[in-house]
């Protein structure tokens, strides 16, 4: 049974920086296109950035330029460094393959305050 468990969430001023990490169990995520997704209050899912199976990586407008995805393959996790965060970045954070597998976990909760 595969299972991602997303951590590295909190409260973070606007300006300051978070990593979040997504731990796999049950597959091995280096033959998978992954990506980080959020979902803020009242608004849909939206993937954030993803980065293919050889390491390509593509980003939302919205986040280019301040995120960071990768991944550590003998780890198997994938990584989201998150800098400069804006109030609008407060979501709850998934990762899962891309395109979704459902796979996600909890999430983990980013709160950017001013």
């Known amino acids: 049974q595969v299972q991602l468990v997303e951590s590295g969430g909190g409260l973070v001023q606007a300006g300051g920086s978070l990593r979040l990490s997504c731990a796999a169990s049950?597959?091995?995520?280096?033959?998978?296109?992954m990506g980080w997704y959020r979902q803020a209050p009242g608004k849909q899912r939206e993937l954030v950035a993803r980065?293919?199976?050889?390491?390509?990586?593509d980003y939302a407008d919205s986040v280019k330029g301040r995120f960071t995805i990768s991944r550590d393959n003998a780890k198997n996790t994938v990584s989201l460094q998150m800098n400069s965060l804006k109030r609008e970045d407060t979501a709850v954070y998934y990762c899962?393959?891309?395109?979704?597998?459902?796979?996600w976990g909890q999430g983990t909760q980013v709160t950017v305050s001013s």
């Open positions: 980065i293919t199976s050889g390491g390509s990586t």
């Open positions: 899962d393959t891309v395109p979704v597998r459902n796979y």
């Open positions: 049950g597959t091995i995520l280096s033959i998978y296109a």
